[in-house]
């Protein structure tokens, strides 16, 4: 479906039909997060491999409380557009403020229209300047509108598409438009003097239905691996792009309830007042600031709520999730002498990448005698014991409290 076309869920009232006679089509299927993970792992690889760097730059481990259970490298992927799971989440916390706004302004004037720029699409190599084209000249046309008295900006859309038949950018905006009482038409003809065939949504029944669909396909996250690597790269070397805008009176409500805690119960957003953060304290009463701490929060992972402890610790400067090594030759190499100072390992590594990796293992292992304090170095507990050996790491039987890598069939 062209991402102009209208979607299916937008309820269009009888009386009225597109400017263009065009009927509402099929709309896209949702993205469902098992699906969003699939698209955004390989292209997180993709992009490693383009010279980007799509990782954060910690390591967040979650490990349930009460199963034992350890979820290593949460939310390896940066937050940014690319990727479909991020672009949920933004699309998410906008339709949770636009719905919150909905409810209690007047929306009666409320339409939606598609714009193009006139004439002419973007090459390659020049997204960024066609995005800031576009919205400034709608920027000029609201103003116009504003003062005339036809209309109020309320939120704009950019949605950047890849035409492959082309090599060219193709972009268009969605917006969200407060038009004044009898107006539409002039209105509809102010944008058609500056916009190639502008497109009509008319009045709305659901309007935050027709929000949620324009902030969530920004991107058609299914279509990105179609990109060519030039696209791609271009594309993810945006400088900060605002491909959701919040305009006018929705962009004062949203100004109004910054720092709050906003959440759906029974299928209405609820706005409440932040639980102050509990700050974890030493023995002297001072907070603790290292990054290396750990912390408990309550989170969903695994499809339900779970209590976890969370640790987050650095990167390794070439630590990537799954890279692809040679058959037969080890991922790393384990070479070093063990010396034991107590429960966490002091080892006198060979080579830097096997540092860092004795390192991220010593902090896991510092979290695991947190959540799990009984035991000795010598014998600890059997949660440790367990993760150790997923780890490829056991305890030397002939001296206390000595690791060694466990070697592979020869």
Known sequence: MDDTDFPDEIAMPECTSPPDGEAPRLNRRRIDPPERRALDHPLALRLDGLGADPWTAKITDMVDTETGETFHDIGPLIEHWIFAGPAKRRAAAFNAIFSAFHAQADTSGFRGYVLR???????????????????????????????????????????????????????????????????????????????????????IKNMASWANYCASWVLDHRDIVKWPDAALLEFWNLKAPQFIRRTGDLAAFAAAIKGKAIRWEDGRVVIEDKVPRQTRQDDQGRPLRSSQQVAFAIVRLGGRERRCAILRYDRPERDRPEENYDAGEPPRAWMY???????????????????????????????????????????????????????????????QGRLSRRQGPS
């Open 117 to 203: 720029l006139p004439l002419r699409k973007a090459p390659q190599g020049k997204l960024a300047d066609a995005i800031k084209a576009i919205t400034q000249l709608y920027g000029r046309v609201m103003a116009n509108a504003k003062r005339d008295e036809l209309a109020k900006p309320v939120a704009v859309f950019v949605h950047p598409r890849w035409d492959n038949g082309l090599g060219v950018w193709d972009l268009h905006l969605h917006c969200i438009v407060d038009v004044m009482p009898e107006k539409d038409e002039p209105f509809f003809l102010r944008l058609a003097l500056k916009f190639s065939t502008p497109k009509s949504i008319g009045k």
């Open 337 to 399: 002498s063990t010396t034991s100072t107590g429960p966490i390992p002091s080892t006198p590594i060979r080579n830097h990448t096997t540092r860092q990796e004795a390192r991220s293992l010593r902090r896991r292992i510092a979290l695991w005698e947190t959540i799990w304090p009984w035991g000795t170095p010598g014998r600890p507990p059997g949660p440790i014991r367990r993760r150790l050996a997923r780890s490829g790491v056991v305890i030397a039987p002939r001296r």
